[in-house]
Structures are given as C-alpha cells and as structure tokens.
C-alpha cells in the first residue's frame, strides 16, 4: 500500500465535500494530544513527525482514488478540487523524540479546514502509533539499564505497522532490529541470531553450530535450546566456540528463547566463565518486557542482550494511544468541544506550550499552556480544579511549539533516527526518576495561562445547557 | 513501504548463507499453526491468505536491498543468487475465512529451505495479524446479532496495519469501513459520518446540521452530542429531519458518541418516535467491543449501527496472535523441535489435517492430523492424554489443507473479501453454539491418527536428553 490522501476517513471527505460547497473555506487550527499516559506511565516519547512531515510534503489522491470518489457520490466539481489537492498549512509541533504529558497540545495544524480534514486520520494514525511504541521501548531502555536491546517484533506486529515499530523501537532507545526492510530504510542497526529450525535441518545440533561459525563467524550467536539448554545446546556451543577460537575468531553468544530464564542465564554463565569464555555473551529472549527484564535484573541473570518482539511492537498491554485532534479556532475565532465529562472538554485558541526548567536545566515538573500571542505568563492553573496554581517566575521557560511546516513544506532539514533516538535520551536524563517509575508515577503539572483558562470558561459559558 | 524480500527479520538471510555456502540446499516442510485461540475463546477466524499469495508472487529483493546486504557483510555469490530470488514453493492451506483452532497446521509451506525461511517472516506477519482481526470482528459480529457493524479504526490503528485489519475486520463480519484507501483497493462497502469540528467549525449546530443536510442528504448521520444531546443535537437533528421531509429526503441516523449509550440511545428513540421519525436510525460508538455491545444488548439499547474502532483494529486485549512456523520436514526426513513444555513440541512430516462433519454437515467439533499419506484415518489420540481417543469411522471428513499455489504461481482463482467473507460466515455457521460464548467456550478437539502419533513419539525419545 503506497500513501495516497485516500488514507482517510470517508467523513474526512463528506465533510469536505460541504465545506466545499459552501464556500469560503475557512481557516482551521486543530491540536493533537493524548488524554491519557500510556500504560500509566508517567510521561510519552513523541514519535512519528518526520514520517508524517515527509508523507504531507507529497500527499496526493491517485487516479484511481478519484475515480473511486467519483462512483461513490461525490460531486464532479470538488473532485476537480480533490485532483490538485495538496498539504498546503503550517504545523507547529513538539519536537520528535521529546518526552510529552497528556492534555497539552503535541503539535498544532493552521490549514484550511479541508486539508486540515483530510489529513487528520493519516496524522492521529502515524502519531499515536508511533508515540506509543517508542514509549514502549523507553520503558524497557529503563527496565535494561545499559544492556543491549534487540527489537525482534517483525513477525507479531500489526501487518506493516511492524515497519514502523522498528522504527519507533530506535527512538525510544533500542539499539538494533531484526527488521531488515526498516533497518535498510531507516539507518538503523540490524541484528539477529539463528531459528530453531536451522539446528532441526541438521541430523546434530554440534555439526549445526559449526557451519553456522564457519560460515557466519563475525556476530556468531548460537541458539542452545532446541533439544536441551544445559546437556546438549551450551556445551555443544562451548565445543565450537573453542574450535572458534583456534581459528582466530570468537563466538560473540549464545542465546536462551525457553524456560526460566533467571535460572538457566546463571547456568549458563557459570559454564562458559567455567571454559574460559568470559567474553561470551548471553542473549535473552522470550515474551520480554519492561517487568520480565526488571525482575531478571533485580535477580541477578547476567543477560548482555535482550531479544524483545510481541510486547514491545504492539505496545501491549495498551495497544493504543489516544491521541485526539480537535478544532481549537476557525477563521480567528476560538472554538471549543464540550463534554460531560468537564476532562474531556477542548482548549481554544492557537496557543503555546512552555516547559518549566530549574536552575540547573532539568525539567521541573510543569508544562503550561497559554495563548499563542500571550508573552511569559506569570502563573499558570489547573485545568479544572482552580485551587491548584503555580506561580512561574522561577524558571526558565521553554517553548515547546516550534514551526516544523509552512505552506506545506518542511522548515526544519531531515533529521535520522539516531539524532531522535540520542535527543529523546537527552531530554529523558532532564526529566526526574519518580516521573520514570512504573507504579503510580509522579503526575507531571500540566496548566494553563490565566488568559487561556478565561477564554476556555467564557466559551464553556456561552455553549452551556 | 514498498514490499520487497527484506521484510524480513536479519536472521533469516543470515542462515539462507549458511545454506548457500553448504550445499545442496535442502527442500523443507514448514507448518503455520498457532497455540492458544485468541481472546480465551473457542475458535479463529483464518485471515490474511490471499494478501500472502499475491506478494509471494511478485516478491523480489531491490537492487537497494542488495546494496544494503552487501555493505552488511553477505557474500558476493550469494547476493547473485539473491538478486534472482523468487519464491517458488507450494503451499497447501485452509481456506481463507475458514474457521480454525489451536495446535494443527493452517498452512504448510514446501519449498527450498532458503525460500521457505526467507518468507516465514513476512507470512507470520500478516496471517498472525489478519486472524487477530478477524476473529475479533467474528465475537463483535457474534453480540451485534442482525445490526450493522461500522469498522473506524483507522487513526487509532498500529500505523498501515490499519489498512489490512479493514479487510479482516470485513471478513470476520463487518458490513462497512470509515477507511477510504481499504474500501477502494479490497472492494468494502465505505461509510461514514460527520466529526465534532465540523459542528464547532459553525457558530450554530442547527446550521451545521442544515448545511450538511443539504449538501450529503444521501446517508446523512448527524453527530449530536457535540454541545448537549438530549437539549440541542437531538432537537435540532429532529427539526432538520423534518425539512429534510419537506424536501423530500430522509434522514438515515443521529449518532451518539459519548455518555450512557444505553441511556442515551432509548432517550433518543422516543424523541425520534414521538417526532414521527421512527425511521431514523441510532448510531452508536465510543470504546465499543463485543462485551459492549452485548450489554447494551440485553439492556434494550435500541441501537442500530455501531461504530468500532480501537478495540477491533488493534485486537485488544490480546494485541497479537501467537503464530509460529515450524520445520517438520526437511529432505524428505521428519524433523521436530522440542520443548520442556510437551505442549510447545512441534509435529514432524508433511501432514493432512481432516475436520469430523456430523450426517448434517454440522461441525461435530473434532479436526484430526494425520500424516499426509495417510488415507482414511479410523481413530484419533490426543497429542499429550493418550487416555483421551476418539474412533472417526461415523463421520465424513473433509480435508482442510487444500493447494492454494504451486511452483510459486497461486492454483486458485483470486477470491474477493466479501466471497471470503460470505465463506467465514457458512463456516461459522456450521460450528455448535457453545464454542462461540466467551466464557469458558467449549473446546474443540484435536487429535492426532495413530501413525503420526508414533512417528512423533519416536522423534521424540531420539532426542531426548
């Protein structure tokens, strides 16, 4: 499947549709954010903006789409309009990789409210994907302290959202995949081991290892639990990594994918360190994540090499992020969408989001919210429950939104993976451990500007029943 | 993202060299089966079939593909033979849509053993995925009984796994989808509604409505909890609907998409009803998934379309499908992998697998493997409770693993998603009721003929440790 601006919703294009026919077409902005910390975590890694900046950059209906549109109901004249569609606005957004809470804007769209529409679904797809992966594989960086981690998800991933994982994975702090098609395409690193059935196509597991060294000696991890780890895999590993040895070469691992893990690790380290093979690694795998390796740590199992798949790719046990775009201002005017629940109630107005940082350049604990020409705010509250302020004349304030793309174009030069990937560990050091740990985190302050918390209970006022 | 031979996992290339240098390469057997029914219940709804055939068709490694694996430390030689790789395999399978269970082969994959590695990947990709899918729309199906089933999935989606989970959500038994590029490219009926921001993008909803009306008056639904539902959408969709009347047209449906569905949605019939728009149906969404819908069921929730997004699109709770792919034989020779669990020892030759038809053609609720030699098989044994048989002479038995591509070329006419579709439904239909609950659905059996059983037994003390 190729993008084409037919990776939508059908509304985003009925919708359309009346906007077009009753001209003028307006001026929208829209915000995209996320109600809730996945896996009730306390903070996300943004992730996914360069793919979304680089499919706008070129987004177009194909013929065949138009043609589609055409037999199903929609008028002549605006599929005239769809033909020469392009992404034509300005974002402003949070740059990727940045550690980011629920409730504020992440990034901010100012188009006419078609493109706008249009491009909604493809942006909340690839956004909230994406953020939730990254967050994922943030969380087990955190579990694995310095190991290495493997992303070897491919096979458990949602269909070709596993491309996208992988590359969600380096982001969020894993060092290689075993997905060659993302490691190619994304510059990332690509790893991997042997199958089980590579040792089955032999008559014996020994004769299986020595070709594999023979043949793969640079990178060689040999896997030592298709028959039996301790009686047969590990000291058939052994045998061949002394053979190894006398050609000069060195086994770089075995690796252990069944049993106890903790038990066998041990085992395992024991034998080898035993033979004098203290420079083997043991690598790791096994329906891994964040608690499995935290527990194996606290255990005391000397992994080197995490192999992590299911978990991290389809971010379980969420699955998804929420993520949310909602209109905020239509032709200059603030617009707000309420709710029952006063949570779920929308922000108007084009606005700023700005970080408060300490003294010493970390991150206090405070994001707040305030219109978009506001200059430094003072003060800001909380959302809802007004008892709760924060006076921010102490810090130095950060502002969040920076322009990413104008009239369609990207206004910031392409940055790899591995730049994310190492400005996400960055600004990951700058937040507080409490905020980082898995039970019941430390809530990071989300507020609002005194001017942007009236213009919100004004229109609450004015739309209320 | 392009499908092209490196989507897959590093390894798989990794052994293809050691197979390249140690020739003659080996022909090999893989089985596709997965371990435990998704989502603790009864049955899997078998997806993703077609897709895989039509890749494996054209897949081809790219000439940047090559480039990469050159620069990654792959032999000269066997990149030549890289570049003129095609799968040329034969696959036998159970049809797509059938209804399928734990622990038997689904597919069974021939071919060299480099081709045949090089696409478990890729195969565990998208089948692992679609079933997930499917199966999720088939309980959805299962509590929505005759009301209509909207999938809208796409932006909470894991990235283009959105794209293939529309077509599987269409054959586990969902009549339309939100997503435009699916609906055009697979041939799903479309459907849509309007969004939140278009009634904030007016200064009145009544406006909103009456433009939208207007514009689309063909399947017009309108979204009536943007301000407050039962004090200003619902009159206002009323009193639009009665100028539709006046116009001629009719209005299909009002949605709610927040607060008690229940509550809401009888609310809402009777102002419809006491307006004399008895027609005008009730859509609902927001967090909706089979234990949903089955409540608002049995609370009378006159309700007559749901919109499902997150929970079918990403497979919640369980968010993947555990498929593997095992080598059972390799050069003509049975081959098995072992486990400290029994349960996880893989089953060793090429096999036929038949399902037990009772004199009404009905499911009796027992499939059997057997070697695929085998002619008409008389008894079955459980793999692991040999106390457990079942005698197979009283039922007609249909083989499920049928030739669906020979020689790399499919062998079957290309099946649309609503052929499939209609096929899951006939199948489903023959399976007793009590697989279906959720809680605790019966379970079905599997067993293996008495010359499999023994040929894994034997396999099995040779090995052991």
Redesign the interface.
Known sequence: ??F?A??????????A???F??KPV?H?V?DYYFRNNPFKGGYAIFAGLEDVLNVLETLKFSS??IS??EQ??FEKDFLEYLKDFQFKGTIYSSQEGDVVFPNRPILQVEAN?IEA?II??FL???L???TLIATKASRIRHSAKNEILLD?G????????????SRAAAIGGFDST????A???YNIS?????????I??YEDELQAFR??AQ??P?NCVLLVD???TL??GLPNAITVAKEMESQGEKLLGVRLD??DLAYLSKKTRKMLDDADLGYVKIVASNQLDEFVIKSLKEQGAPIDIFGVG?NLV????D?????V???SE?NGEP???????II?VSLPHKKQVYRMLDQNGMFYGADAIALFKEDKITEMTHAYDTSKSLTLNDFNQEPLLQKVMEKGKKTQPQRSVAEIAAYSKSRLEKLPEEYKRFQNPHIYKIGLSKELKQERDTLVAK?K?
């Open positions: 499947m190729n084409t037919a990776y939508t919703d059908l509304y985003q294009l009925t919708m549709q009346v906007y026919a009753t307006g929208a829209f065949s789409d589609y549109l199903h109901g409210i529409q909604e679904t909340l797809n690839m909230n994907f994406q070897m491919l096979r458990r991933a949602h269909a070709t959202g596993g491309y996208y994982a075993s997905n060659v098609k490691a190619e395409d690509s790893s991997g081991t042997m199958a089980h059935s590579f089955q196509s070709d594999f043949y793969r640079k298709t028959y039996n009686k047969s069944s049993g299911t389809t971010g379980k046990p699955a998804a992020l929420d993520g775009y909602k209109l239509y617009r707000i969408k309420l709710s029952e629940n779920k739309h029943f």
